[in-house]
């Protein structure tokens, strides 16, 4: 199996930013990580962008028709809940 050659990827960082990173041991394996949290916790509709094209909003519409954004009980985050299921979280 061949391996694949890490590429060097930079940014810019405001003072804020490089004066938080300073006490950071490996920086390069913290923002590594960072990214790939990020990335992780992505809407997988917007693609992290927070706007929606045109299409998507269709395709959105057609989901809220039978799904609403509520309030979870117990932790308190929102999540989107199945009209169709009365709400009741899928078994495992």
């Not at 590429?7 to 920086?27: H, M, Y």
């Not at 949290?37 to 909003?57: E, F, K, N």
């Not at 932790?75 to 169709?84: D, F, G, P, Q, Y």
Request: net charge positive; charged share 25%.
């Amino acid at each position: 199996m061949a391996r694949s050659k890490a590429e060097i990827i930079t940014f810019k960082a405001d003072q804020s930013l490089l004066e938080a990173l300073e006490g950071i041991g490996n920086r390069s394996e913290f923002i590594r990580q960072a990214v790939l949290s990020a990335l992780d916790g992505t809407c997988p509709l917007c693609a992290g962008s927070g706007t929606l094209t045109v299409q998507q909003r269709k395709h959105w519409a057609e989901m809220a028709a039978d799904h609403s954004v509520q309030e979870c009980d117990s932790c308190h985050e929102r999540r989107l809940v199945c009209a169709r299921s009365g709400g009741r979280r899928p078994r495992r």
